[in-house]
């Protein structure tokens, strides 16, 4: 079986943790809204690092974040704007944290409009590459290019995710089938 070449190249170590992200989120269509944010605080946060970091720390995140659960981040006050940049399992960058706080009430705003994120996406879809970048950078904090298409390729709003003669990507277009 021929996988991505990007899994056949990592380089020993990383390979069970991008293997796994790869056989089983990356490319998959999302449509829960507290998923999407988490996919999106991740790229966010991926930003100058290494997206091993962030695989490695996505427990914690998830942990930080109250399970991306978009309501409970976007009551953040102070005090929990001061725990997340003192949290050592996370990235602790201000901008960063900033911006989850922020992007959650925007994702609220939305909802009130569309009824969901996920909606709210579907009601742009489909958008060029370039078109959707426009749309974030106008709508969400901290979402320039790299991040937005990340976010869409991984959550199946735009292709690219997988080589065409990749299982993964066979099982993709299968899902998008039922």
């Known amino acids: 079986m021929s996988y991505c070449k990007y899994v056949n190249n990592l380089p020993p170590g990383e390979s069970?943790?991008?293997?796994?992200y790869h056989d089983n989120q990356y490319g998959f269509p999302l449509t829960d809204d507290n998923e999407l944010f988490c996919r999106l605080i991740l790229e966010i946060n991926q930003a100058g690092l290494s997206w091993t970091t962030i695989l490695k720390k996505q427990e914690n995140f998830r942990r930080a974040y109250h399970n991306f659960d978009i309501d409970t981040v976007a009551a953040y006050g102070t005090a929990d704007r001061e725990r997340l940049l003192q949290d050592a399992g996370i990235i602790r960058n201000r901008l960063k944290v900033d911006a989850a706080i922020a992007n959650a009430r925007t994702i609220q705003q939305l909802r009130q409009e569309y009824g969901s994120f996920?909606?709210?996406?579907?009601?742009?879809?489909?958008l060029s590459k370039e078109a959707w970048v426009k749309l974030f950078k106008k709508t969400f904090r901290f979402t320039g290019g790299e991040i937005t298409n990340e976010f869409l390729v991984?959550?199946?709003w735009l292709p690219g995710a997988h080589d065409p003669d990749c299982p993964v990507s066979q099982k993709i277009i299968a899902?998008?089938?039922?």
């Open 16 to 20: 069970n943790l991008h293997r796994d």
């Open 118 to 126: 996920y909606n709210w996406l579907e009601h742009h879809h489909p």
């Open 154 to 156: 991984s959550t199946g």
């Open 175 to 178: 899902l998008r089938q039922e």
